[in-house]
């Protein structure tokens, strides 16, 4: 079975985006697919969401 959620440090990784950005459009929840586990401060994220969410950004332009 596919990996279908990754921690914000291997979605850095994965769409070569600084970490730093990453959190910090975490932190205003700013792109779908926002998990947090309860208990901890590790953010996971679902990777088919993001990747629509990143593909349609780039397809319209946006960049935030």
């Given at each position: 079975?596919?990996?279908?959620?990754v921690q914000l440090k291997t979605l850095a990784?994965?769409?070569?985006?600084?970490?730093?950005?990453?959190?910090?459009?975490?932190?205003?929840?700013?792109?779908?697919?926002?998990?947090?586990?309860?208990?901890?401060?590790?953010?996971?994220?679902?990777l088919r969401k993001f990747d629509?969410?990143?593909?349609?950004?780039?397809?319209?332009?946006?960049?935030?």
């Amino acid at each position: 079975m596919k990996k279908t959620t990754v921690q914000l440090k291997t979605l850095a990784d994965i769409y070569d985006i600084p970490l730093g950005s990453l959190r910090k459009l975490a932190s205003k929840r700013e792109f779908p697919g926002i998990l947090k586990r309860k208990g901890t401060r590790t953010i996971y994220v679902d990777l088919r969401k993001f990747d629509e969410w990143f593909r349609n950004a780039e397809l319209t332009g946006e960049n935030n």
